[in-house]
């Protein structure tokens, strides 16, 4: 399966190469398949704030990317360079509050800094390192793709229905994808029969990036508008709804994009499957419950305008772009460790001491 799935890889978003940081600006999509080089960690936290980059996976990325960027032009400029570097992981962590990823990415990038010994060459050191999370982090998604198809071929052999939203495939990863990286593999075990993607507004990451992405690949899919998802539900025979995640506390609540609780309350009154999927990066055991994440607010006028144009009457707007799912209304959670089945704190913390199972 690894190499099929290898071999159906199509898409990237993220090089690093000739010394700096190429992110394939998702703004543009699907229209548009434009190329920006990041040479500094402050334009790279812009990248992020703006979203030319998104995904949670994929902030982390190129967050760890961003700091080699900064140590160079730090150790350029003499000094403690060290010193200097925090206000490039600190320009970094204020770029985006919900996604635990980009912390997790910050953290490993600091310990890597602190392991540093008078014999390396740091900044070799910490290109190895945002190399070695971008890596694993494609491996992940490998196995997770595997682990969610056999679950989904376990529970039901035959052709499936599935529902999903916001987009979580190579655009928002290092490599497969995580919910979508489990449909594309279980289209390529033949248990698909179609996806509908939820268009996810205000931001249209279902309508522009994943069904692009789905479409690419010739996998049938519907764009719905995400007020539909409990309808399809009742009428269209749909027995999984798969997500990602941008961080999961320690009792297994799950904050995804905005949109998710809903569904996932839906999906419990059908007898629909829910299924969240997401590396081990995305969980935070530091939080007890998902009441303590802090949820992304963004610009009203995401949600007054369309394509620049004002299509609101002139009212405030409220624009929360996660929400939180709680745990009782998850069926599993699929990581690169394992399978939690009904998370709870006991099940989260046995499932953070396993090893990867790549
Ligand atoms: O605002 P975005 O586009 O960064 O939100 C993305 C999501 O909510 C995804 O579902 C999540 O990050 C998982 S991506 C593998």
Redesign the pocket.
């Known amino acids: 399966m690894r190499e099929r799935l290898l071999a159906a890889e199509k898409v990237t978003a993220i090089e690093w190469r000739e010394g700096a940081l190429h992110l394939l600006d998702q703004r543009l999509l699907p229209f548009e398949e434009r190329w920006l080089r990041y040479d500094t960690a402050a334009a790279v936290a812009e990248a992020i704030r703006s979203?030319v980059v998104?995904?949670?996976?994929a902030?982390g990325i190129s967050a760890a990317y961003a700091l080699v960027l900064g140590a160079q032009a730090r150790l350029a400029a003499g000094g403690d360079w060290q010193a200097a570097l925090e206000a490039d992981f600190q320009v970094l962590a204020d770029s985006r509050p919900t996604?635990v990823n980009l912390f997790w990415a910050l953290n490993r990038m600091r310990e890597r800094l602190l392991r540093l010994k008078e014999s390396d060459d740091p900044l070799a050191a910490l290109d190895a390192e945002a190399r070695a999370i971008h890596l694993s982090d494609r491996e992940a998604n490998l196995t997770m793709a595997q682990l969610g198809a056999d679950l989904i071929r376990k529970y039901q052999g035959n052709l499936q229905t599935l529902l999903t939203?916001?987009?979580?495939g190579a655009l928002?990863?290092g490599g497969f994808?995580?919910?979508l990286g489990v449909i594309r593999a279980a289209y390529l075990d033949g248990l698909v029969e179609r996806v509908y993607v939820d268009e996810t507004r205000p931001?249209l990451?279902g309508a522009r990036l994943t069904a692009w992405e789905l479409a690419n690949e010739g996998i049938p899919l519907s764009l719905n508008a995400d007020a539909a998802a409990a309808h399809l539900m009742k009428t269209k025979g749909i027995t999984w709804v798969i997500?990602?995640?941008?961080r999961i506390t320690a009792n297994g609540d799950v904050a995804?994009?905005i949109g998710t609780y809903q569904l996932a309350v839906n999906a419990m009154h059908h007898g629909v499957r829910f299924m969240v999927v997401?590396p081990s990066s995305t969980i935070d055991m530091s939080l007890a419950s998902g009441d303590a994440i802090v949820i992304e607010e963004r610009d009203g006028r995401e949600l007054l305008e369309l394509a620049g144009r004002r299509v609101a009457a002139d009212v405030p707007a409220v624009n929360p772009?996660?929400d939180v799912t709680p745990a009782d209304l998850i069926d599993f959670i699929i990581t690169e460790k394992g399978i939690v089945e009904r998370p709870d704190t006991a099940k989260m913390k046995r499932l953070m001491c396993r090893k990867r199972l790549h």
Request: glycine content about 12%.
């Open positions: 979203m998104r995904g949670a996976p902030i996604a939203h916001c987009n979580t928002a990863t994808g995580t919910a931001w990451q997500v990602g995640a941008d995804n994009k997401a772009v996660f």
